[in-house]
T-cell receptor
């Protein structure tokens, strides 16, 4: 089957670092995406991983371990505008439809 | 920077009425998608479209739903007879279609559909 699990909510302080975890189960694997979604808005692409290891993009980094079915998104130097939901998703099998987690709602406090 | 656009931003309709949601994908993209998100729930795939035909659809995408690319720029989702449970945010997305199934999908701002 295909399932994605993420923590529901997280809280962090402005300027800090936060790690958002995602575990997945899939019969096929074609990488893992991270999207950011502000309330009432569209998901916007942040990062993706195809191979194991860390991908760094400015303040955002994403890590993947395919053998463990595990990924995390690392947000550094948190800003108030980073308060949003963070969704992990992966393509299902050999097609393009994305299977989504419920998302982790991150609240950044001053 | 090119972006996906959607109209209207909000649509309120009576149960049983037909609605058409409109999208303009990024101009050089070849794959188009519709997803929906019921309030507080996961984003759900509805349908993907390529080369003027549906390439995949989900169980949600039943006979009440249809998609069309009426011209070179628009991509529409029609719901023939809306139900209360169709109330959701509907997102259109597009992707280049050049690098295989693992490529970024870019999302439009969404249409919030409310069925009364």
């Amino acid at each position: 089957g295909q399932n994605i699990d993420q923590p529901t909510e997280m809280t962090a302080t402005e300027g800090a670092i936060v790690q958002i975890n995602c575990t997945y189960q899939t019969s096929g694997f074609n990488g893992l995406f991270w999207y950011q979604q502000h309330a009432g808005e569209a998901p916007t692409f942040l990062s993706y991983n195809v191979l194991d290891g860390l991908e760094e993009k400015g303040r955002f980094s994403s890590f993947l371990s395919r053998s463990k079915g595990y990924s995390y998104l690392l947000l550094k130097e948190l800003q108030m505008k980073d308060s949003a939901s963070y969704l992990c998703a992966h393509p299902a099998g050999n097609n393009r439809k994305l299977i989504w987690g419920l998302g982790t709602s991150l609240a950044v406090n001053p | 920077e090119p972006e996906v656009t959607q109209t209207p931003s909000h649509q309120v309709t009576q149960m049983g009425q037909e609605v058409i949601l409109r999208c303009v994908p990024i101009s050089n993209h070849l794959y188009f998608y519709w997803y929906r998100q019921i309030l507080g729930q996961k984003v759900e795939f509805l349908v993907s479209f390529y080369n003027n035909e549906i390439s995949e659809k989900s169980e949600i995408f039943d006979d009440q739903f249809s998609v069309e690319r009426p011209d070179g720029s628009n991509f529409t989702l029609k719901i023939r007879s809306t139900k209360l449970e169709d109330s959701a945010m509907y997102f259109c997305a597009s992707s280049p279609g050049e690098t295989g199934i693992f490529e970024v999908q870019f999302f439009g701002p969404g249409t919030r559909l409310t069925v009364l």
